[in-house]
């Protein structure tokens, strides 16, 4: 038989698979995405948990957000226990001040069991289905056939027999034993620790107040920093610390029901009866990242395949998330011709490095909530809780999501005329369309033409009586650079204001699609002047690449010109 051929060969059908592949069919870019357990052994509960906000605007891009807050809990508050006193100036409460800077100012409780039903779902809307039960043997590279299929996987099923699949790219998205990393020879940078938790989830019932807020810690001196989270449905989580005295107390290895027990200690002084047990794990922390996230061109590295680290501050899907939403548009848009290389090569460049600041604050982090203190805090005379809410508040914008910054480079180049840098996360507002009297997001403004993977190009129009002088040689400028890169480009003018028409203000047509921006906080949030006006170009994950004054569309075509073909 001939070898099946697709364009992306996923390994690995967990959320940075799923996620990726339904990406590119949003694109029109073809995917086999392959998963060596069977459906019903690879969907169990448990594992992640905890979604951030901007984790839920990168998967608005994908149009899953709106389907998984259907099936989460959408957690606003938490609280913060020591010998059964609440204290409020320590634990997962301080975050929520952090997040109103998004639409989603707040934290999405799923179990990754249901989120990835919901990204299944979607990869299937699009006529595909994953294959479970395959195993990834083997891959070779050959690009002698120039027919861009540089990629030849061997593939195992157990009543299948063998096949070959034919693709230009291969993502490892295969976990922390990564079979795709290991056959390309990519080294992990690993430092294991002592520390051992567990996590248990179940119908968990319990006398504690506010047990259902969203989450709560429980400060203990013999189970570290105890977790309570409220899950979807009826489920809740509990984990903790074996600290050295637990880990004394089952020298020959803690059994589920040891597991149980302990969660009931370490409540006290208050009372817990699980009278459900969905799921429970005992696992070792270790902290690792892949050398490299992408090999030989054709082969790349997403999610935990990539870095491994604990779930202490709840990071691992949503840097999944993060990975998975940075690559898709940058393959895709290679996949169609549309970039050089060079591009590609910034997803392994940017991930990597959020990746190793990710370790970095989790080393810290899982020796405290193992109730420890780091060294370069032990002077300070201060508990390990004490400790831990210090590096949790001095990481917020990381933890997240909503500060994550990328380095300049060929894709975020120094901005000319806006307060923000390129390389952040460009901020959300609240515009109007023409007519409409309900507002809109800008967000959702620049996905209204339901295609994904796109550039936006918006022209802060400031007020049009002064800049409007400026705007018939711009609007040629850049309608002849979306004409030239059509499909990559979404063009879009905001006007500060109101009026009847775009015409009415202009005296002509505006760049794109126009909307409305009432007060003014658009433009002030993008630091853009009101009388003078910008263009600023968001990259397709809303990510700031550049900007320039309404003179200066020449820029924006030098801009593009660095890394598109």
């Not at 899982?366 to 990481?395: C, H, M, T, Y």
């Amino acid at each position: 038989m001939a070898p099946e051929t697709t364009d992306v060969l996923v390994v690995g059908a967990g959320p940075v698979g799923l996620l990726t592949a339904i990406g590119l069919s949003q694109q029109g870019v073809d995917s086999i995405v392959l998963e060596k357990r069977e459906r019903d052994i690879q969907a169990t509960f448990g594992r992640a948990t905890t979604l951030y906000p901007r984790s839920l605007e990168l998967l608005e891009q994908l149009y899953v957000a709106k389907d998984l807050v259907q099936e989460g809990f959408v957690a606003r508050s938490s609280l913060n226990y020591n010998n059964g006193q609440r204290i409020s100036n320590r634990g997962w409460g301080t975050m929520f001040d952090h997040l109103k800077t998004s639409f989603h100012n707040y934290a999405l409780n799923i179990r990754q069991c249901h989120s990835e039903d919901v990204f299944r779902t979607r990869y299937e809307s699009y006529g595909k289905s994953v294959w479970y039960g395959w195993k990834f043997v083997s891959y070779v590279i050959d690009s002698s056939l120039h027919d861009g299929y540089n990629i030849t996987a061997t593939l195992q099923h157990t009543s299948k027999g063998q096949v070959q699949v034919r693709s230009k790219f291969l993502l490892g998205a295969d976990g922390g034993s990564s079979l795709v990393r290991q056959l390309s020879d990519i080294p992990l940078d690993s430092e294991s620790t002592t520390y051992e938790w567990i996590r248990i989830d179940g119908k968990l019932v319990t006398d504690m107040p506010g047990a259902d807020l969203g989450f709560a810690s429980i400060e203990t001196p013999h189970h570290g920093n105890v977790l309570w989270v409220k899950l979807e449905r009826d489920a809740h989580r509990i984990g903790f610390a074996l600290t050295p005295a637990l880990l004394a107390k089952y020298p020959d290895g803690i059994t589920e029901d040891d597991a149980v027990k302990e969660a009931v200690e370490g409540m006290r002084p208050f009372n817990l009866d699980v009278e459900r047990l969905d799921w429970w794990t005992h696992y070792k922390i270790k902290q690792s990242v892949a050398r490299c996230l992408q090999k030989d061109t054709y082969v790349l590295l997403g999610g935990d395949a990539a870095h491994i680290h604990s779930s202490g501050f709840a990071q691992g899907m949503n840097t999944g998330i993060h990975d998975a939403t940075n690559l898709v548009w940058k393959l895709a848009g290679t996949i169609k011709g549309w970039y050089k290389p060079s591009v590609l090569q910034t997803y392994a460049s940017e991930r990597r490095a959020a990746a190793e600041k990710l370790i970095q604050i989790d080393t810290e982090a899982s020796v405290l909530i193992s109730g420890e203190i780091p060294p370069r805090f032990q002077a300070l005379g201060s508990s390990a809780d004490e400790v831990l809410n210090k590096v949790w508040l001095e990481n917020i914008g990381f933890n997240i999501g909503l500060g994550i910054t990328y380095a300049n480079s060929v894709l975020n180049q120094v901005t000319i005329d806006s307060s923000l840098a390129s390389g952040v996360r460009c901020p959300d507002a609240l515009i109007r369309s023409a007519g409409v009297k309900v507002p809109l997001r800008l967000y959702d403004a620049l996905l209204e033409d339901g295609a994904t993977g796109r550039w936006s190009i918006v022209v802060f129009a400031g007020n049009p009586a002064l800049t409007r002088d400026r705007f018939a040689d711009l609007r040629d400028q850049l309608e002849n650079l979306a004409s030239r890169h059509e499909g990559m480009v979404r063009l879009v003018t905001l006007i500060q204001g109101s009026a009847g028409s775009a015409w009415q203000v202009f005296k002509g047509p505006p760049i794109g699609r126009f909307y409305f921006d009432g007060d003014g906080s658009a433009h002030s949030e993008y630091g853009v002047d009101q009388t003078t006006g910008a263009i600023v170009i968001i990259r397709p994950d809303h990510i700031l690449g550049f900007a320039a004054s309404l003179d200066q569309g020449s820029k924006v075509a030098d801009y593009f010109n660095e890394f598109v073909n």
